[in-house]
Every structure is written in structure tokens, then in C-alpha cells.
């Protein structure tokens, strides 16, 4: 399975409500757009730990920028916007989840600061 959908279905799942399973690139998409219109900070928050433990353990032993969980910290964050770092992805898996946090780091970013909407 491609990386970077297996990452984006493991950060969907990670926020959807119990008994919710995509079964679609379709539902995929409609699960994770609810999860950040209902809760913006809190996907966002999931999106980055998500990812920066994905970005860890794939690039951990071989890049030499990442030595502790920090370093893909910042990584991660860094992806969000302006990609300001000295670190690099070196893995497949690596690069994956930072052109996953660049496609959708920015928008996610902007919705921060967004009211969760109740219903």
C-alpha cells in the first residue's frame, strides 16, 4: 500500500468515531474533512504526533539528522507552512509523510485557530 495513504487513513482513523470505517477514497475524504471542520486543532495535533512517529521510525538509523523523536518533531511542524529546517526525508516513507504534511499542512494550519463546530 502506498505510504502516504496509508498515513492519511491512519490519521483519519485515529480521530474518527468509533464504528467508522472508510471503505473508499471517497468516505476516506469526507471522514477527514468532518474531523477538521468538527475539531480544527485537535486534527491538526493528531495530524502532526501522527506523522512525526511515522516520520521517526522510518528515518531513524539512517538519516543522521533525526536521532530523537524531537528532531521529526520538528520536521513535521516545520511542513506545515514554510518548511524551515535542515532536515531532509531520506526514506520513501519519509519523504511520503512530508509531502503529505505539504499538501495539507497549510490549510490545516490556517483552520488552527477555528471554533470546534458542535453538532
Same mark, same amino acid.
Given at each position: 500500500?502506498?505510504?502516504?495513504?496509508? =498515513?492519511?487513513?491512519?490519521?483519519?482513523?485515529? @480521530?474518527?468515531? &468509533?464504528?467508522?470505517?472508510?471503505?473508499?477514497?471517497?468516505?476516506?475524504?469526507?471522514?477527514? #474533512?468532518?474531523?477538521v471542520e468538527s475539531d480544527p486543532m485537535r486534527?491538526?495535533?493528531?495530524?502532526?504526533?501522527? $506523522?512525526?512517529?511515522?516520520?521517526?521510525? $522510518? !528515518?531513524?538509523?539512517?538519516?543522521?539528522?533525526? !536521532?530523537?523523536? !524531537?528532531? =521529526?518533531?520538528?520536521?513535521?511542524?516545520?511542513?506545515?507552512?514554510?518548511?524551515?529546517?535542515?532536515?531532509?526525508? #531520506?526514506?520513501?516513507?519519509?519523504?511520503?509523510? $512530508?509531502?503529505?504534511?505539504?499538501?495539507?499542512?497549510?490549510?490545516? @494550519?490556517?483552520?488552527?485557530?477555528?471554533?470546534?463546530? &458542535? &453538532?
Open positions: 500500500m502506498d505510504p502516504a495513504l496509508l =498515513a492519511t487513513a491512519a490519521l483519519a482513523l485515529a @480521530s474518527a468515531p &468509533r464504528g467508522t470505517f472508510p471503505t473508499t477514497i471517497d468516505e476516506l475524504g469526507t471522514l477527514v #474533512r468532518g474531523q486534527a491538526t495535533l493528531t495530524t502532526v504526533l501522527a $506523522a512525526s512517529v511515522i516520520f521517526y521510525r $522510518a !528515518e531513524r538509523g539512517v538519516n543522521p539528522k533525526v !536521532e530523537r523523536f !524531537e528532531d =521529526a518533531l520538528v520536521f513535521c511542524t516545520t511542513c506545515l507552512s514554510v518548511g524551515y529546517s535542515d532536515i531532509f526525508a #531520506r526514506t520513501p516513507t519519509g519523504k511520503a509523510v $512530508a509531502s503529505f504534511l505539504m499538501t495539507f499542512g497549510p490549510s490545516l @494550519s490556517a483552520k488552527l485557530l477555528d471554533a470546534p463546530q &458542535r &453538532r
